[in-house]
Structures are given as structure tokens and as C-alpha cells.
């Protein structure tokens, strides 16, 4: 970390600040330049509050050289991690690639059973469904609640598919016992309750980065949970808002090879959500098999033109087969 | 709402349409057009889902005409809500203007006393002091929680001032029972359980606006408490995230008059954490007071330089009576 | 188009509204709600300017329901534009994959030749080399200018390859005689003087996405190039400006499959300039090929670490050979 | 400036680094850390080109610890500048204060003068009108040119208001002889060859901002002009795109506050145009007054209702008579 201070800084705020700063367990250097003197910070310097600092009145700024988030980080874990769900075969990471779909709301037994076996012959090896929805309307369907995630629980009895399903609340974290994967949403990336409770948990993480969250911030709440003792988190890159109105979000996938590069997680991309409209899940598939995603999440919904839910974004299990098949293709290409 | 569908829709698709629209309460006015036709929606569209109708593949495009708020709707309620403090004068909106002042974080009782005595001397007629802490990082201060609020509570009985502070999580809800107003932060301004719960309370709330959020979703997330039967919210402009690095978010002043259109909540304006610089405060304070907000929120610490937390944006209580003073006077000049 | 009234709307103000758009040339639909008054328009409402009606006092809200695009538009040319480049086999389109490769800037004629030999080697159809170079800052290179494009004319005798350059101003327009496309920038997309200029000429554009537009105004800058009657427009994504930093900007792919789906014309990606770093442009060219691209542009350098100013983005030739061989690869997995 | 090295980095790597760096003119001072190097820079950073250096393979980022602009930086230049209108009491900065009002675009001469008077007579001291109009479509009104230009020189002699009207290209400067001020428009805030063009005019340039570019960017695109010469220049804030679309842009009026810190030129707001509805002019012209702007900058017409092109944002000369003076009651109440 540097911190460039003010010109005509005094000499004892100098001081104070430097007493500070080697409290918090670093160690610095200063230089002297013509114009501004620098401090410099050895150590580990991820405790030490960016903020707090800036905001002194003599400081002129702050810059973070080493970023600020340590058991995320791939420098100091130099090999991909893999998250593997228990008791099955699906796996995120390090060369495994993990096919999530489903219907967007769990609607009843028959209708996810039903997309479940479909999925699951197309090759998807995790079942998702949401539970609880998070609206942004009081009036708007909020999901089918312990009552969905009973229906999930159920299918995955009968057709062997483990099981994905958001959290929106730590106190309904007891309904989740059965779930393989929990699911923290774009709105709750930055629930700090949220993460750091999950982090005491042991079930792998799906988090998703919200819609106006950077990379450095989703790996700081990955970090929030693996501080907490739990490191299978798997980071999903869903979109971000921009001002294109065409598709729902902007799907960031420069993102996938930038969080490849910064952390040993895996990375799951999820086409339906960040474009809305399921004639561009395809492409945006595709794209991001392309580009090294760990996996794909994708809604598939056995009656879309009906399901006044999941239709505008939901292929049919039948476009989802021709979009898993593709992906292999892609996978294959970029593997050889 | 207005619902424009694409050349080549099947008679049957439509009349699904149709009726399934009539269920949802609505009438429907069919116009057919040269190029496409348009369903107008008359009724109480308040419900309907325009996710799910935009999702369906022979609709073109759907355009909601009223406002799907309606608690929080100045066309159901021309008058200006007044939102007031129990057992004290603080209020907010239709002609009262409040003055939150406090620290950022609360360190000690001896603190937050200097503080409150400071900053109601100079005409602040709530205390803030936030216990329970958002940090990007979990490596960052968190506050200090319970015993935050214990210290609030306590001087709060010694110098009359009432209390607000921010909530984090609803299992915290007990610990808010002294607390007069319960602040819910910007990243928590869609977690929509935590505005479910606090629809049950009878204290006022105050509402940020999400870093990243415009000013419907704002009053979606105000509709979600009313909706529960809690009608006293005070909005508050915090800032959203733009591509300027100068200043820590972008102060949107004009959200101040485009809710007072809307709505008939009072608004008030937070310059500290929007522009993150304390010399940036009083500027816009004083704009904002000028636009007609109905309340300012300001950091105040009595040691800003030394207080390594509050420094960046924290105004002396020396500097907060000068504000306080400059905003009576922009008041005045808006009220001759 | 339909105009929402406001309610309350005087007679005679309605009328005179009516009128006026009679006037535009389009005719007028009044269906009286219970609420709102709404007038549907039927016909060209391409010219009628939306802002202006916006701003009438009693007018409520302004959607548009068909494109305000109309020769760039898929569905009055249903069929894909392939645009062509004169005496080579380079084409855009239809099918039709073109690879632009070479230098940001044009440093010297060896420089040039060496790269242009390379590239084409491994595939490239067009080469690039910037003579008038954007720079935000006035002290920063600005390109070799008629030198530059000197240079480029004379490595185009010798290989064979046609080259592209952008323009930066209509008074150089005379220079561009040998040029084969004219790019515009991103900073100058709205620059509708010069596309107006473009429009007059016969020699294929490629039109850069700003970097805070959205697809629709580049489709209406599109438009203005073809209004004058040049229709051989390529467009080009190459990232928007989001809050992400770690990527220069955030290519946004969505946007190849909205372009398509919306218009006839071929759609290039710039993965070099959109991440602004070169080790994440063999994954994004990947992911542009996979999602459908028309074709690629990448900025290639024979000696990188020692080109200061074309460092960061470019690739070495080996690296483009790579690139070139893996993106066939993947653009025969999505036509298999 | 500050130049963070990566691990590993080859001995000659470096010393080829720093080799270039001091040819470019500056000294370099190295500090060895424990797991980084970082290279400091003292003297003219100006002319170093960050993105030239952080492209390199080496290089784990850079920052700029002074400002890149030079001539518009306050630190060079602590006294405001007052740009003043050659012949007239016309002035902004520096105490001066300067409201410049009149229709979007020019219609007719009996449309001007109509205006002109009225706003003369509420306080105007500069009149503004639209000759060439940007138009995102080319099928909207471009604005009368040439005849544009004429009429408000008409309008000058007759009221003896000075007079500003936008540019939008180099070829069109013969044009504005007769012009007082001339206003580069946000689209073409980066047309870097046309500030250059400006900067070698004896004319003061009012320069707005772009639609999202930072305040940086605004400064150097002022430095372009300084660069060749021109110091006269007046910054306007006119809003930047967000996510909010109840107002056209959002007004940023920190950047004020920034402005006046980091720079000595005078800036102006436009109300009009960032809120683009006439309703919300008042409250945003208050608060920029209350934040200490140099001028305003409003749209008049003498029939919003009827004329289809300024309606929506633009006050009737009675309103802005009642602008203007509550304007002026701000600034009392700011400077007593």
C-alpha cells in the first residue's frame, strides 16, 4: 500500500500516522520526493482500512498495490480449487466443468420432476429451482418457500440430481439442511450477515455477483465467507448493469478470465439471468464455454409459452439439449 | 400497461394472453395496428408481472403507464407525509426539515456525548452513530454491535436527543426496541426480507437508496415496508455509483425533486457518505437544503483527524454549526 | 408510438397535439382509459422526434414500439449485408469471417511490412494501423498522421493486404484516397458531422461503439451514415465503460447476438482494446467467435516489451498465429 | 507517479525500463520491497503515458499521484480565472457570476428577440441558441445552420446580449465571427482535433462535459484547448448517464465542489439539459447556485407548449424571471 501525503503536512501528523500504521503490524518506508512525500507499507497489509486513511485530511491518496483479499487470492494459493458436491459426481474447477439447470421458480413436484430428468439426460449434474424469489415488487410472486424446497428435496430422491437453491435470509438457513449447493443472490452479494454466517457452514457457496459489483468486490465477499472457515465457494458471473436496455444485464465474461487470473475459484456463468431472453442464452453459452468457465447455470422450464414465471429467459428442455450438446463442442475445441 | 405484440402471434397464444390477463383482475383493450397490435391494460396493474409477460416470445415490448407503487404514490396521497419522532419534536417532510448529525461509527459513551451535546446545540434534532457497521471487507472494523447501541440508548437519556442507527440483519430486530429511527443501509435496500420484517414495526424507517439503484426501485423497496402496514419511511439520497473517482459516489440532487413529484414521503439528503470528503459536505448541503430536501444527514466527530474511522468525511462540531447555520439561511432564502 | 396523456388535459391542448401529428405524416389511435387517455400512432414514426413530444407538459410518457431505425434495420432487409472489400477477398457478413490485425500505432514501414507479413501468414484478411490516434491527454503520442497512412498504403502494394484507419476529422477525409475502410473511434461515434460526411462515400465503414452507448444509438449512428447512402457499414463492439477496473472496459457479446438479431449488418469484435490487455484477448476472441462474430480485430506487435506504446494490448505474431488457428477451431465447432 | 513492478521481473527488463523513463525527462527513485518493487517518479509526470507503461508485461499497475493536467490545475494557478466576454459586463468566475439563457434552437428571428428582451430583463447576461443541433437521429430536426447562426447576430446587435451557440465541426469556425462565446457540446467533449482546432481561437470556449465522462476527463479535454493557447475556458456540468431515467441525466453538482478544488476556471450548470423536464429546472438551478456555481446556462421559450422542439425542458420567460430571482436570493444567502 502507498499513501501519498499532502504537502505541508506537519511533522507531528506525520508521526501519528506512522505510529498508527506500525500498530496495525506493517512496516514503512517513506521517501521524500520534490513534491509530496510517499509512504510505502510492507507486511500484510490486508487489515489495514483504505478508507480510514484517505479520508485524513493530510493525505493526498491511497493505492492498494496487493489486493486486499488473501484466501481468494491465487497468489497464495497457486492451484485451481475444486468444488465438488458431496456424495456425487458434480464438480466446478480445476478442469471440471458443471452443467446447473432448471426451472427458475419451483412451481410443483410433477413440474420439476419432469424438467429433472430431462436436465439430467442432457448431461446437467446439479438441479436448481428458486424457493424463495427475490422481487422488487411487494405484489410480485415471492416463491413457494419451505414448500419448494420440500419439492426439491423430493426430486432429488428420485433422480439423483443434487440440488441449488438461493438463501435470502439467515434465519431460514435450517430449511436448507437437504440443499447440496446455497445460493447467495446478485442483491445479497453485499449481506455481510448473510456471508459470514454461511461461512460457517459446509456446504459449497454459489455467489453471485451483483449487479453493480466489481470483481474485487465479489472476491471480497467470497472472502467474507472463506474467512469464516468455509472455502468452497463457487463465484457466478451473472451481469452487470450498463446502460444497454436490449438485454436485462450486460454479461461480463472478460470476468471469467480475470478471476481465473486473481483466484483459484471456479467460475460459473449464467446466460438466462444476465440477458433475460432465452434466444440469447445460446450465444452467451456458448461465449462463455469459450472462454473457460468452469460451468453454466441455465433456467429450463418444460412449458415456457405457458409458464407466465420462467418464460421470457427459460429454454425448453429441448433447446437446452442442443445448447449442452453445443457446449461440449466448444469445450472440446478449446480442450484439443 | 401497454403490451405490443410481435407480427405473427397465433390466434390461440393471444386469446391465453387475454386470459390470463382477466384472471389477474385487469380489463384488456385490444387495438390492432398496421404493423402490430396493443393490448392496453385498464385496472389496478399493480400485480401483474411485467417480467413475465416481457418473457413471453410473441411479445414485442411491454411498458408499464402507472407507476407500479402505490402506497408510496403521490397520486393516492397528494398531501405530504409528515414522519415525527415519538416524545420529541423531530420531524421530516410538509414544511419539517430534521438535522441528523453523528459519528460514523460509535467508539465510547464520553464520544458520542461531545458529540450529541456539540451537534444539538447546533440545531440537530436526531443523533446517528452507526454500532453495527457494512464494510466491504471482513477485515475491516465492524462495530461495536450491542454494546454500540447500549451507548446510543445511554445518551440518548442524557441529552434528549432521539436515536437512529442502522440495522444489518433481522435477527437483530430485539436490540432495536430504544432505537426512534432504524436506518437501512444502501447495500441493504433489496433485501427484501429485512423490509418485510421492519413493515411489521411502528417505528419510522429510514431508506437509502442502493448504490446502484434508480429511483423507482427506491420506492419499490419503500412500497415493500408500507405494504406490511408501516407507512412512516423517510427516503434518503445517499449517492449512486458513476464513472467518477473523485468523489466517492455522485450525489443525485434531482432525486430530491423527482420524489417529491412522486411521492409523498419526506427525502432526506446524506452529502457525507455520498461524496466520502469531508470538505465537500457543506456545498452540498447547501444544494440540497436549495432543491428542498426535507432533512440533511451528516458525519460529525469531535476528532476527525485522530479518529482514524471517521476522518475522511467527518465534520468537527465546529464545522457542523457553520453548515447548520448556512442551511438556515439557503432555507430561508427558498421560503421568503 | 404511444403517447400517454396526463390526466386533466385540456381539450383544445389535445387537439392541437393531434393536429400536429397528423401533420408528421402518421395517423392517430385515441382510446380513453379510466385513467389516462392514451393516442397509439400507426405508420413512418421514424421522423417523429420522441424528446419533443416528452416535453409537453401534459404528456405523461412516450414509448416507442417499433425501431427509430429503419435501412439498418433486419426487418426491412431480412436478409445479412455482406460488405465486401474492393480487389481482395476480405468480407464481413453472411457467413463471411474477417480478421484485422496489426499495429495500434504506425511506428515506421519496417515495422509495418514485418507485421503485416506475420499476420497475414496466420490468416488476417485486413490490416489496421492507427496514423491519427484519440488520446485523452494533449501530451500524449498522436499519431504519425499522412505519414502514417503513407506507410500503410506502401506495406498494402507489398503484401497485398488492404488496410483500415481511422479517421478523426472531415478536413482529412482527402487523405483516406488508398484506404480501404474508414474506422471511426468510439469518441467519435456521435460525432454526426463526420458520419453524415462518411455517408457520401463509397468505402466501407466499421463504427466503434462508444464507450456509454447503447446498442440503439449505434444502430441510429449506423443510420446516419446509410441515410446518405452508404450502406456498407460494419459495426464494432469494443467494450463499455462499467465500475469494473480491473478489464480497461467491459466487452459487452451480448450485444453480437442483439445486433444480429436486430439488423442486417456484420458485427466485428475488438477484444484488444475492450480488456486492454493481451493475455485476456485470446479468451475473449474465442468467446466473440463462439457467440457469432462476423469478425475479429486484435492488435498485434512484433516486439511488444519494447514497443512502449503498443504493449499492453498487443499480441506477439506467434501469439496471433495461436489466437487465429484456435478461433477457426471454435468457429468450426458452431457450424458443424 | 508510481510504477509497481511484478515478482520476477529480468534485471534488463528493469533497466530498460528505467532507462526510458528518465529519456522521457523524469527522475526515478526505486524502493525494494518484500515482495514487490516499486518505482517512484519525480519531476513532469505530464507527458509520461500511463497506459504505455501499465501495458507492460512486468508491470503490476500504475498510479499518478499528481494530475495529468497542467495548465487548468489549480496547484499552478491558485487565483480563479475570470473568463469575460470581449465588450460586454458578461463575466464568470472569480466572484462573477453569469446567466446565459434562450431557446434550444433558433427558430426565427421575431422568436429570438421575443426572448432575448425578456430574459435581459430577468437578468441575462449572455444569450444562448441552438444553430447546429446533435441529433441521435438522422431524421430529426439538425437545427437552421448557417441562417442560425445570422439571426442571433441580428439579435446582438439589436439587444446588445452577447452571444453563444454550439460548434460541431472545425469547417463550420468561419461561421462564428459573430459568435461570443463558443460551446463544445458533451458528444464532442473528446473530438480532440476540434479542441485543438479551439485552442487556437482568441474566443472564450464554454466545454461540456460528456455523457459519462469523469471530471478528469473534462479537465484535460480543457487542458487540449490551454495547450494551444486558449485560457479562456468555461467548464460546464450538464449531467452524466446513470441508471435513473425519471430525469434525461443526473446532475452532478459535486463536481462543482471538484471543479473549484482542482482547477481555476470557472463552471457553469445546465439545468435543462441534465434533467430535461422544465419542472425540475428551479430546484437544480438553487442548488447550484447554493453550491457556489459561476453561471447557469437555461433554456428559454416564449411557448413551450406550442413549440414541439423546446417544450419539455424549457421555462417561459416568466418562469425564468422567477428562477433568476430566486437566484439571486441564494447568493445573497451564500455571501452574506
Redesign the interface.
Known amino acids: 500500500m502507498?499513501i501519498?501525503l499532502k504537502k505541508g503536512i506537519r511533522a507531528e501528523?506525520q508521526a501519528?500516522l506512522l505510529q498508527?500504521l506500525e500498530n496495525q503490524g506493517v512496516r514503512t518506508?517513506i521517501?521524500e520526493?520534490?513534491?509530496?512525500t510517499?509512504i510505502?507499507l510492507?507486511?500484510d497489509t490486508?487489515?489495514i482500512?483504505m478508507?480510514?486513511?484517505?479520508?485524513?485530511?493530510?493525505v493526498?491518496?491511497v493505492?492498494r498495490?496487493?489486493e486486499?483479499?488473501k484466501k481468494a487470492n491465487r497468489k497464495f494459493h497457486p492451484e485451481d480449487t475444486v468444488v465438488r458436491v458431496k456424495n456425487c459426481t458434480a464438480a466446478f474447477g480445476g478442469g471440471n466443468f458443471g452443467l446447473i439447470a432448471g426451472p427458475c421458480s419451483v412451481e410443483s413436484e410433477a413440474q420439476v420432476e419432469t424438467i429433472a430428468r430431462a436436465v439430467k439426460a442432457s448431461g446437467a449434474s446439479v438441479l436448481r429451482g428458486g424457493a424463495f424469489k427475490?422481487?422488487?415488487?411487494?405484489?410480485?410472486?415471492?416463491g413457494l418457500h419451505e414448500e419448494g424446497i420440500r419439492i426439491l428435496s423430493e426430486v432429488k430422491k428420485l433422480t439423483g440430481l443434487p440440488i441449488i437453491t438461493e438463501i435470502?435470509?439467515?434465519?431460514h438457513l435450517p430449511l436448507f439442511e437437504d440443499v447440496d449447493i446455497i445460493q447467495v443472490g446478485a442483491?445479497?452479494m453485499?449481506?455481510?450477515?448473510?456471508l459470514?454466517e454461511l461461512g460457517r457452514t459446509d456446504k459449497p457457496i454459489l455467489l453471485k455477483r451483483g449487479?453493480?459489483?466489481?470483481?474485487?468486490?465479489l472476491l471480497?465477499s467470497a472472502?467474507?465467507i472463506m474467512?469464516g472457515g468455509n472455502e468452497q465457494v463457487i463465484l457466478c458471473e451473472r451481469g452487470?448493469?450498463?446502460?444497454?436496455?436490449?438485454?436485462r444485464n450486460?454479461?461480463?465474461?472478460?470476468?471469467?478470465?480475470?478471476l481465473h487470473?486473481?483466484s483459484h475459484l471456479p467460475v460459473v456463468v449464467d446466460p438466462s439471468h444476465?440477458?433475460?431472453?432465452?434466444?440469447?442464452v445460446k450465444?452467451?453459452a456458448?461465449?462463455?464455454?469459450?472462454?473457460?468457465a468452469d460451468g453454466l447455470m441455465i433456467e429450463v422450464h418444460n412449458d415456457?409459452?405457458?409458464a407466465?414465471?420462467?418464460?421470457?429467459?427459460?429454454l425448453t428442455p429441448e433447446q437446452f439439449a442442443d445448447v449442452a450438446k453445443?457446449v461440449g463442442?466448444?469445450r472440446?475445441?478449446?480442450t484439443?
Chains 1, 2, 3, 4 share one sequence.
Open positions: 502507498i501519498a501528523e501519528h498508527w518506508h521517501s520526493g520534490e513534491f509530496q510517499i510505502g510492507v507486511g490486508t487489515r482500512d478508507d480510514l486513511i484517505r479520508g485524513l485530511e493530510f493526498d491518496n493505492t498495490i496487493s486486499p483479499f427475490p422481487r422488487t415488487s411487494p405484489y410480485d410472486f415471492q435470502m435470509d439467515i434465519s442483491r445479497n453485499q449481506n455481510f450477515e448473510l459470514k449487479l453493480a459489483n466489481n470483481i474485487k468486490e471480497m472472502e467474507y474467512a452487470v448493469r450498463t446502460f444497454e436496455t436490449y438485454t450486460t454479461l461480463d465474461l472478460s470476468a471469467v478470465a480475470v487470473e486473481l444476465a440477458t433475460g431472453a432465452a434466444r440469447y450465444p452467451m456458448l461465449a462463455a464455454a469459450a472462454c473457460g415456457p409459452p405457458h407466465l414465471c420462467d418464460g421470457p429467459q427459460s453445443a463442442k466448444i472440446e475445441a478449446i484439443q
